[in-house]
C-alpha cells in the first residue's frame, strides 16, 4: 500500500471558522424546525445574500485560486499589475516593492495615482473607498483609461483588501496627499488628506496577509517576490522596478541582495539570455524582436533560442500576467515558427525533408519568452492561467511570421544547422512510433536491455515494476524473492554518479545509468516518452542505514534532474526494508528504524521478555523469504512515493542544488540552518 512521504498539515482558514459557525447555527435550527414540525421547510429565511467582500473571505479559492503559498503570493501580483498598468499606459517609469520585517508588503508606483474624489454613483464614497472595497469596480472594464491591462474584472486589488489584516493606501495626486487603512476589507474611518506634497506622485499600497486566510506561519518568500517583481521589469524595458528587503529576512536565502534596481532595455531577449544561461544553441543567434507598440493593441515580443543537449520550455505572458497553461498566444508562435521552417525548406530545396515536421518537434529544444498585448483579452479563471483570446493567435503568428522568415535568410548557414535540428526530432518521433512494442520479448530485444536485469514476464505495463538494488548480493536475494511474473531486478554497483554535480560528458558515459535508462526504455530529459515506460513503479530499495539512504537521494537525485515527468506521472518509489529482526519464542517483528524498534518492543512484547534483537546489515544477508515478506510483497509491503509539490517548484530545484550540487559551503550552510529539525526528520524518515 503506497503511503505519501509527508502530509502537509494546514492551519484552519476563515472559510473553515465561518462554516464552523454556521454548521453549529444550523445544527440549532434543525433541532427549533424538528421542535415545531416544519423541519422539512425551504424558505426565504435560508436564502444567503453575500454583501461586500465577504464572498472573497467566504471563498478565496474562487478569486485567487486556494491559500497556499502560490495564492499567497498571487496577492503581490495582484498588486504590481496594478503599477504595471500604469506603466504599460506611460504614467509611471518606476516601481517600488519594498518587504518589511513586521510581514508588511509595499508596492509604490509614480502613475498617476488612484483617484480620490467622490464617486457619481457613490456621492458619500471616495472613488478609492469603492475600487478598495467593491467588487467589479474599477477602470479597466474599456479601453478609454488603459489600452491594454491584466485586470479584467475589477476584482484584483480588492480581494487583495479582503484577504489582508491590515492594508494602507497613500495616494499622491494634484500635489495633495491622501491616506486611508483598512482591516480585513472594512474601511478603518474616512479617506484622509495629508496636506501638500511637491514633487510625487502615484500610489503606495501596504498590506499584509491575514493569518486567519493563509495559516500562522503563510508568510511572503522574499526569493520568490524578488523573481516576480525581476521578470516584470524583463517584460517592459520602459520600468524600473526598484527592490528592498531588510538583511535579516534573507539570512540562508542565497542570490536576494537586501537591494537592486531592475531595468531591462533590451527586454525578452535579455530574459531569455539569463535563463539559458552557457547551453548550446543549434543557431548561435538568439531570434527576439516586437510587433507594434509595446502596450498597444495587437502588440507582442518574442525571444527563441534552441538548445542542443537542455530541455526547452515555453515562458508566455498577455499583459504582463504570466499565463502558466499557455493559450491562444502560445498556438500562434508554434504555427509561424513551422510555416516558417517549411517555408525555409523550400527555398532551400529541402521541401520532401520538411513534410513530416510538426510544431512538436519545432518546439523540441526550443527556449521561448512571449509576451502579447492585447484590449480586454479573455482568460480561464480569475488567477488568469490560460489566455483563450482567439485573436491573439492571429496578432502573434502574423507579427513572428515574416521576422523569422528574414531571420533564416540572413544566415543560410545555421538556418539549415536548425532545419537539420529539426528534422531529426522529426525522424525520431516517427521511429519511436514505428517501434511501437507487440510484446516484451520484441521489445528486450530491440532494447538491448542491460544483462544484469532480471525481467518479468508479464507484457503489460500496468502492474510491473522494476526494482533497483544496490549490489549483485542484494540482487540475487531480490531475484529469488519476487513475483516473477511482474517483477523486475535491476542491480546497481555502490553509489551511482551524482547528476547534480557531474558533466554532461560524465553522465553520458556512465554504463550504471545508461543501463538504468535502456531498462526503462522510456529516455531522458526533453526526449523523454511516457508511452514507451516499461513498468507501471520504479521501486528504489536500498539498505535501510546511512549508506543506502545516500545511494536513494542520488537516484532520487537522477530521476528529479533527467526524467522529472516519471515523478510527476507518479511511478517512482521509495521501498521500506527492515533494519532490525524483533523474534521472541514463535513470535517474529519487523522494525525499519530505532524508533520502530523501541515502539514494538513496547506495543507487541511483554515488558519481561527476553526478545532476541538482530540487525541487517543489508539486504543482502537477508532470507529472500523474509525479503518478500517485508519488503516486496504488495499485499504486505510499505512503499513511499516519491512527489513533487506543485506550488515549490523552485523551493525544490533549490534544495537539490544546495544539497547536491557542486558547492560545499552551500549544502553546509544548509545542514548549518536545519540542524535543530534533524531529530525530527530522522524519525519522519
Known sequence: MAKPLKSLAKSKSSSDLFAA????????????????????????????????????????????????????????????????????????????????????????????????????????????????????????????????????????VSVVNALSSRLEVEVARGQQLYRMAFERGHPKGKLEELGKVNNRRGTTVRFKP???????????????????????????????????????????????????????????????????????????????????????????????????????????????????????????????????????????????????????????????????FVREPEFQGQTKDRLATSEAQRIVEQAVKDPFDHWLSANPVQANRLFDFVVERAEERIRRRQEKEIARKTAVKKLRLPGKLADCTDSAQDGSEIFIVEGDSAGGTAKVARDRKTQAILPLRGKILNVASAGKDKLMANAQLSDLVQALGCGTGAHYREEDLRYSRIIVMTDADVDGAHIASLLITFFYRQMPRLIDEGHLYLAVPPLYKLTHGSKTVYARDDADKERLLKSDFNANAKVEIGRFKGLGEMMPAQLKETT???????????????????????????????????????????????????LDV
Open 210 to 372: 491575514d493569518t486567519d486566510i493563509f495559516g500562522a506561519k503563510a508568510v511572503f518568500k522574499p526569493q520568490r517576490l524578488f523573481k516576480m517583481a525581476r521578470s516584470k521589469a524583463y517584460l517592459f524595458g520602459g520600468v524600473e522596478i526598484r527592490w528592498r528587503c531588510p538583511p535579516e529576512l534573507l539570512k540562508g536565502v542565497e542570490d536576494v541582495p537586501p537591494e537592486a534596481t531592475f531595468h531591462f532595455p533590451g527586454g525578452l531577449k535579455d530574459y531569455l539570455a539569463a535563463a539559458i544561461h552557457a547551453d548550446a544553441l543549434v543557431h548561435p543567434d538568439i531570434f527576439s524582436g516586437k510587433s507594434g507598440r509595446v502596450g498597444g493593441h495587437g502588440g507582442c515580443e518574442w525571444a527563441v533560442a534552441w538548445t542542443a543537449d537542455a530541455d526547452g520550455f515555453m515562458s508566455s505572458y498577455c499583459n504582463t500576467i504570466p499565463t502558466q497553461d499557455g493559450g491562444t498566444h502560445e498556438s500562434g508562435i508554434r504555427s509561424a515558427l513551422l510555416r516558417g521552417l517549411k517555408d525555409h525548406a523550400e527555398r532551400v530545396g529541402q521541401g520532401k525533408r520538411a513534410a513530416n515536421v510538426t510544431s512538436e518537434d519545432v518546439m523540441a529544444g526550443a527556449a521561448v519568452m512571449l509576451s502579447v
Open 632 to 682: 516486496m510483497d504488495p499485499k504486505k509491503r510499505t512503499l513511499l512515493r516519491v512527489v513533487l509539490l506543485a506550488d515549490d517548484r523552485d523551493g525544490t530545484a533549490d534544495s537539490v542544488e544546495r544539497l547536491m550540487g557542486t558547492k560545499a559551503e552551500a549544502r553546509f550552510a544548509f545542514i548549518s540552518e536545519k540542524a535543530e529539525f534533524a531529530d525530527e526528520d530522522l
Open 21 to 156: 459557525g454556521e454548521a453549529q447555527k444550523k445544527s440549532a435550527s434543525r433541532a427549533a424546525a424538528r421542535a415545531s414540525g416544519a423541519e422539512g421547510e425551504y424558505t426565504a429565511r435560508d436564502i444567503e445574500v453575500l454583501e461586500g467582500l465577504e464572498p472573497v473571505r467566504r471563498r478565496p479559492g474562487m478569486y485567487i485560486g486556494g491559500t497556499d503559498e502560490k495564492a499567497l503570493h498571487h496577492l503581490f501580483a495582484e498588486v504590481i499589475d496594478n503599477s504595471m498598468d500604469e506603466a504599460l499606459a506611460g504614467h509611471a517609469t518606476f516601481i517600488e516593492v519594498e518587504l518589511g520585517t513586521d510581514g508588511f508588503l509595499t508596492v509604490t508606483d509614480n502613475g498617476r495615482g488612484i483617484p480620490v474624489d467622490p464617486h457619481p454613483k457613490f456621492p458619500k464614497k471616495s472613488a478609492l473607498e469603492v475600487i478598495l472595497c467593491t467588487l467589479h469596480a474599477g477602470g479597466k472594464f474599456d479601453s478609454k483609461v488603459y489600452e491594454t491591462s491584466g485586470g479584467l474584472h475589477g476584482v484584483g
